[in-house]
Structures are given as structure tokens and as C-alpha cells.
């Protein structure tokens, strides 16, 4: 649920533009986020990935960051300040580069090569841009037509998050099943 990224993106920009108002500190500060993702994500895929992986499955690495994502839409609903959208999106972004996006891809081995190549091209474009847009979209909605507030509209998207924890497993579990079929017809 890339949309989930999208919102944190859009409430980083509205809550650190309302708090931070000189352009040079806010680029600076968007800075050291992003310097704290790329360490981060670094000693993770460094000491980590593979562990989890391996070890706990790609159910738990693919997992990782809907459940992020629900604690960060709580943590905003009951307090959207600088703070918390910060940590959410170093938490987000971090754990998608070190364990989600790895095991996404681990997910795409149990698929023919032609299939793989049509489906990931569909998924990064459709899937992935288009829910930027659609998600930019009604987050709009919700806030412009419906008056929603950014604490209300993060409480209101927990439920979208939930359903993709619940499809993250679901592709684990899947992609479980193809490995053990494979497994048991080369054996």
C-alpha cells in the first residue's frame, strides 16, 4: 500500500511547512531524515535483512511496515506533530528499503521469467504511481469536500493498513505454498 508512504509524505509536508516556515531549515532537516533513513537502512540490510529473512520469514519482512504504517497513523491521529510524522517516516521508509523491498522481490522468484517481467512492470507503474495519485486524490477529497482533518484522516486509514497487513501475509503464505509445490515436484 504505497498510498500509505504517500500520506505520510503529504502530512510531513503540511505539518513541518505550518512549523517550520524558513525553506533552508526545512531542507536541511528533510536532510538529516534522509540521512538517518540511508544509515539506518544500511546497518539493517547489513546485520539484519538476511537474518529476518531467513530466520522469521518473509511474512514478518514483508509485514513490517503495514504494522508501521498502522502505529503511524495512531501515533498521528493522537498527535500530529513534527515529531511523529518524522519517526514514521524514517520508521516507513527504512524498514521498506531493508526488509520489505528485499523480500518483495524474494516474492517474484517462485514466477516464470516472462510472467515476472509483465506482472512487475504492471505492479510498478499501475500499482505503484497510480496509487500516488488516487491516494494524493482522496486524501484531497477527505480534507477539502469532507473537511477532514489530518488526525482524522489518519484514524480513518487504519483499516486500509490492517487490510495490508492482511494481504502481505496472505502473499507469504502463497508464496510459501509455490516454493513447497516446486520443492515437491523436483524432488
Given at each position: 500500500m504505497q498510498e500509505?508512504?504517500?500520506y505520510f509524505y503529504l502530512e510531513?509536508?503540511?505539518?513541518v511547512g505550518a512549523v517550520?516556515?524558513?525553506?533552508a531549515e526545512r531542507v536541511q532537516m528533510l536532510a538529516r531524515v534522509d540521512l538517518a533513513v540511508s544509515i539506518l537502512t544500511i546497518a539493517l540490510q547489513l546485520f539484519m535483512t538476511g537474518r529476518v529473512i531467513s530466520k522469521l520469514?518473509?511474512?514478518l519482512a514483508i509485514a513490517c511496515v503495514p504494522v508501521v504504517a498502522i502505529g503511524g497513523f495512531i501515533a498521528l491521529a493522537i498527535a500530529p506533530v513534527v515529531g511523529v510524522i518524522l519517526t514514521m517516516m524514517v520508521a516507513e521508509r527504512a524498514l521498506g528499503f531493508a526488509f520489505a523491498n528485499p523480500a518483495a522481490r524474494v516474492l517474484w522468484t517462485v514466477v516464470d521469467r516472462e510472467a515476472k517481467y509483465k506482472?512487475?512492470?504492471f505492479v510498478d507503474t499501475v500499482v505503484f504511481r497510480g496509487g500516488d495519485a488516487a491516494s494524493g486524490w482522496v486524501f484531497g477529497m477527505l480534507s477539502k469536500t469532507l473537511g477532514l482533518g489530518g488526525a482524522a484522516i489518519a484514524f480513518v486509514t487504519v483499516p486500509f493498513a490492517i487490510g495490508w497487513l492482511v494481504f502481505s501475509l496472505k502473499l507469504a503464505v502463497m508464496h510459501a505454498r509455490l516454493v513447497d509445490k516446486a520443492r515437491d515436484g523436483a524432488g
Open positions: 500509505a508512504l504517500t510531513q509536508a503540511r505539518i517550520i516556515v524558513d525553506r520469514g518473509l511474512g506482472a512487475q512492470s
